[in-house]
């Protein structure tokens, strides 16, 4: 209860902030209080509180409909090089030998197995493109240039991609790298939409499907298996070697 009382203290009317948004300014306001373990128990009970008041029909699915909401919060990075995969395949949960022109969910985690970002991926020709949280994505492409060592890889914030969340049915083609979750598609194009819908709402409706991000504010917090990344394909448990491997890997021996 004090928990929940927190929460509505910092959060008592929905405003301009998304919901996944808010989970993670409280999950901040309990850290001090709570043990690292208990934040995923806590950010669960909290998307709960958020999304309660909110109507069935915001997330109804009705067959040939949907609604394109450009996702300002979300940037992409590409990467360039010959030796892209085999960069890519030592540093994130995915097996990335695999990966095709859809988006495909993968973390990125520290040496201790927490996560510094939920990434999307797809491939674009030879290179590999992938969307992650704009506020954290120079930082990101920093970290990850750290790594690259003597690989030709070269790293940078993409400028000509546009990120776009989808609620219902997605009317886009087929070509288009997405990826979808219930009733929420992400979804990648060089030609910017023009589009007057709140990018609020797609985040009520990501947040409702449990769709994992994770932002500049909740680096370090949660493991893969908190947000549920290796139920939702984003972690190839026997494809060697990459940072954070030993921590995730023993967690999924030890159920």
């Known amino acids: 209860e004090g928990d929940e009382s927190v929460f509505h203290k910092n959060d008592g009317h929905r405003d301009k902030t ?7 300014s409280y999950c901040q306001v309990v850290q001090s209080r709570q043990k690292p373990k208990e934040i995923s128990r806590i950010c669960i009970r909290a998307q709960l509180l958020i999304i309660q008041d909110f109507p069935d029909e915001l997330f ?7 609604t394109a909401f450009p996702l300002s919060r979300l940037g992409v990075l590409r990467l360039t090089g010959p030796d892209v995969l085999s960069f890519l395949q030592g540093q994130v949960t995915l097996d990335v030998s695999k990966l095709n022109e859809s988006l495909k969910p993968a973390g990125y985690c520290d040496p201790k197995g927490r996560l510094l970002s939920v990434f999307y991926l797809t491939k674009s020709d030879s290179d590999v493109l992938i969307v992650t949280p704009r506020d954290a994505a120079q930082s990101l492409c920093r970290r990850l240039t750290l790594y690259t060592l003597r690989r030709r890889v070269h790293i940078a914030v993409e400028e000509d991609f546009f990120v776009y969340g989808i609620v ?47 932002f500049l504010k909740t680096q370090g917090l949660f493991l893969p298996q908190s947000v549920n990344l290796d139920l939702t394909g984003g972690v190839t448990f026997g494809k060697g070697c990459y940072v954070g491997q030993e921590i995730v890997s023993r967690i999924h021996s030890l159920g």
């Not at 998304?18 to 993670?24: D, E, K, N, R």
């Not at 109804?60 to 949907?66: A, E, K, L, V």
């Not at 060089?190 to 994992?212: G, H, Y």
């Open 168 to 214: 219902g049915t997605p009317d886009i083609p087929e070509t288009s790298p997405r990826y979808t979750k219930g009733t929420v598609t992400l979804t990648l194009t060089q030609l910017p939409k023009k589009s007057d819908a709140d990018e609020d709402f797609w985040w009520e409706a990501a947040a409702r499907e449990a769709l994992p991000c994770v």
């Open 60 to 66: 109804m699915n009705t067959p040939g409909t949907c």
């Open 18 to 24: 998304s919901s996944f948004l808010s989970i993670y």
